[in-house]
């Protein structure tokens, strides 16, 4: 269950933050095959996790924590600098 609960934290970041409103979660057998398909709302993956699973993250904190790291300087200035090394790489003409 925990590994699952991982696994939805990473479809609903990345989810959330595009504003993906639903996904589509494959559930595989222990050999690898497709058992089931099942759409779920972005927007209802942090209550699922609080109320049925083992609670291993929660999705305000998730939010709080990318929000302090975006607003670090030393993140900021790393980022600034990858962008413009990856603007200048790109201007190869």
Sequence with gaps: ?????RKLMKFWIQSFLLGVPKIIVGFRTPDGFLKRIEEIDTASIPGTVKRRGKGTWDGNMCINFASELLDCESFSYIFGRILTLASLEGNDN
């Design 1 to 5: 269950m925990v590994t699952f609960e």
